[in-house]
């Protein structure tokens, strides 16, 4: 025999030796390594034996308030519940009241938007919807992404709209769960015809910004709840038929100073109990508070450059020509004002006043 032979019958011997404890080695990781396996599936974490009601009302927590409505992707949305566990998954894509607020805006793909919309619609089920869709200006006709929602608009709880006039859905059907309409429907184009809602039965509140004031027809003596921004003729025209709100937000903007010389007649909100008056543009808004008859009124928030020179003494008026007994007057000044903390505690003993939000005492 050659003697290289020997050497390699004497080298085989050895790897074989190897392999072999190494197999032994491998054998023992692997029995060791399905205990370990095992004892994991036999763990169950403590969040997934919480029962199903709880963790849904973790879930809706998880998300914005409704009716304010989750990103359709990514993070705050129910789709990134569903991808944290089988488990979850299966309550997520089967609780419809994870899918019933819709927003339909953002920097998504109108395609991928309108494919997400219809799948969020359908594990909706039957619960009432909150729908809030927002188009740019440039836009001529309504996309493909809002017909889906569109054809559901007898569930529609909560409504939100930013869209061209000339984008603007026709609505044919009545809604009878909206509760709320937010309408913006400032465009490049002033183009289109009267807004015309139908079956609003249950409709309270609205949100009303430019071209919607003139444009929208609604039943304003239902509401309860009033925020226009809008021209001053625009929101008394508006206000005078609205005798039930509670609550009204007026921002005020126009091309000149609305006069109580123009002012046809008073305007009597005898349910008013919180008024807000903002005017960005520093101009009197003694014409819309001296045309207002507000009885029942309890806050009154407003800037003190829209009173006029004087206006403590057009507070005064206001408040003896409305016979109300306010609880809160809050009044914002730019600069130094037209008086001072101790001439309005004076002239309001009663009334607790705040000036840019600091307490008069």
């Known amino acids: 025999m050659l003697p290289y032979m020997e050497a390699d019958r004497r080298c085989l011997l050895d790897i074989e030796a190897r392999i072999l404890d190494l197999e032994r080695s491998i054998s023992t990781l692997r029995t060791e390594q399905a205990r370990v396996q095992e004892r994991l599936n036999s763990y169950t974490y403590p969040i997934l034996t919480l029962p199903n009601e709880i963790t849904l009302e973790i879930f809706l927590r998880f998300l ?72 740019p200006p440039s836009y001529r006709s309504l996309p493909e992404m809002c017909i889906e929602a569109l054809a559901h608009q007898a569930r529609w709880e909560h409504l939100k709209l930013n869209v061209p006039l000339s984008a603007f859905p026709v609505f044919n059907a009545p809604m009878p769960l909206l509760q709320s309409l937010d309408l913006d429907i400032n465009s490049l184009d002033s183009s289109g015809g009267e807004i015309e809602f139908n079956g609003l039965s249950l409709l309270r509140r609205v949100v009303a910004t430019g071209l919607a004031v003139s444009k929208v027809t609604l039943p304003w003596g239902q509401l309860t709840s009033l925020s226009l921004y809008a021209d001053a003729r625009q929101c008394l025209s508006v206000l005078r038929q609205a005798p039930n709100l509670v609550h009204c937000h007026l921002d005020l903007w126009t091309s000149g100073i609305f006069d109580s010389d123009q002012v046809e007649q008073d305007i009597a909100l005898p349910r008013l109990e919180v008024l807000v008056l903002d005017n960005a543009y520093g101009l009197s808004m003694l014409g819309v508070l001296n045309s207002l008859v507000i009885p029942a009124l309890r806050e009154l928030e407003l800037e003190e450059d829209s009173l006029g020179e004087n206006p403590i003494s057009s507070l005064q008026s ?29 002239a309001f003993p009663s009334i607790p006043i705040f000036l840019d939000g600091v307490v008069v005492s």
Not at 82 to 90: D, F, H, I, L, S
Not at 323 to 341: H, N, P, Q, S, W
Request: aromatic share 6%.
């Open 318 to 346: 206001f408040i003896a020509k409305s016979g109300c007994r306010l609880e809160r007057m809050d009044i914002t000044r730019v600069g130094g004002g037209k008086g001072d903390a101790n001439s309005y505690h004076l």
């Open 64 to 135: 914005p308030i409704y009716p304010k409505s989750p990103p359709l992707i990514g993070l705050h949305s129910p789709t990134c519940l569903a991808q944290v566990c089988r488990q979850w998954k299966e309550l997520v894509l089967t609780t419809p009241e994870l899918w019933r607020a819709i927003g339909l805006r953002g920097k998504i793909p109108y395609k991928q938007r309108r494919e997400i919309s219809a799948v969020w619609i359908a594990r909706s089920g039957a619960c009432p919807l909150s729908i809030d869709i927002e188009l």
